[in-house]
Nanobody
Framework: QVQLVESGGGLVQAGASLRLACAAS????????MGWFRQAPGKEREFVAA????????YYANSVKGRFTVSRENAKDTVYLEMNSLKPEDTAVYVC???????????????WGQGTQVTVPS
């Protein structure tokens, strides 16, 4: 059974940093591209970042480019999202997903985690 479990969310002040982790089980992580998405209250889920199977290619939404970094440790079956200079508009549930190719579209991902809450008060 495939499981993706996110951790590392929390309540932080604007300008602070957080590091999210996504631990995978039931699949060979190195065979999958990984993506991070987020959903804020009352809004649709949106793409945040993606990383290729080897970690050599990364992609970011314009809203997080330069502040967020996605990485992975296949040997540990874990993907990370380092978030710096957090803003109130980053408040959302962050979810990781596994797919065959890194992509901005949700439709490209077949496995999803439950998410972790990130709150940045204004």
């Amino acid at each position: 059974q495939v499981q993706l479990v996110e951790s590392g969310g929390g309540l932080v002040q604007a300008g602070a940093s957080l590091r999210l982790a996504c631990a995978a089980s039931g699949l060979t992580l190195s065979s999958y591209a990984m993506g991070w998405f987020r959903q804020a209250p009352g809004k649709e889920r949106e793409f945040v970042a993606a990383v290729s199977k080897s970690g050599g290619l990364t992609y970011y939404a314009n809203s997080v480019k330069g502040r967020f970094t996605v990485s992975r440790e296949n040997a540990k079956d874990t993907v990370y999202l380092e978030m710096n200079s957090l803003k109130p508009e980053d408040t959302a549930v962050y979810v990781c997903a596994a797919g065959l190719v890194p992509d901005t579209s949700e439709a490209r991902y077949g496995y999803w985690g439950q998410g972790t809450q990130v709150t940045v008060p204004s």
